[in-house]
């Protein structure tokens, strides 16, 4: 059984438009994350949700807004999209300050 | 804060020679430490952990790492890579109380040839 995944796994859409990245874990984690990592492989954690609570919120433009309907699911949607956008996006899962489990990453190509 | 050095972005290694990622922390607390893998196309990986204990830690596909607190290093080390341990590896620090908020450093290459 996958333990946290992700859809959709590529995803090639124009500037302007509005996406959004599903993420599940079935691990019974606490905490949900989500990563951008840039072509250079620098991971950058965008938000992370703790029982449904934004815990962190790093720097990140408010085009980019997590959203968590229950506490195994972290959804990522993102609005007016831009070339900078594209990357490859990570959820991932914790249990408190445990290690992370990562699902298997969704590459945006924004065109 | 916290902070991850990944002192070498890239190391060239032969097959079945030894090899050491060098990875530094900074923190003004007491921290938890990791290695992940990440191989092509892929997520990460965990590799293994220093939570407390023993500092010698050891982990998967034959990986191990020393945790040193007076040089606030976490060294991953395999004494005969393959081929297949070619991936990009990352080290993560994170306080030990509290949530996991981890600190990732920039990555390291490891470039195993024939």
Known sequence: DTAVSQTPKYLV???GNDKSIKCEQNLGHDTMYWYKQDSKKFLKIMFSYNNKELIINETVPNRFSPKSPDKAHLNLHINSLELGDSAVYFCASSQGNREGHFGPGTRLTVT | ???????????????????????????????????????????????LKYLSGSTLVKGINGFEAEFNKSQTSFHLRKPSVHISDTAEYFCAVTRSGGSYIPTFGRGTSLIVHP
């Open chain 1, 13 to 15: 859409t124009q500037m």
């Open chain 2, 1 to 47: 804060a916290q902070s991850v050095t990944q002192l070498d972005s890239q190391v060239p290694v032969f097959e079945e020679a030894p090899v050491e990622l060098r990875c530094n922390y900074s923190s003004s607390v007491s921290v938890y430490l990791f290695w992940y893998v990440q191989y092509p196309n892929q997520g990460l990986q965990l590799l």
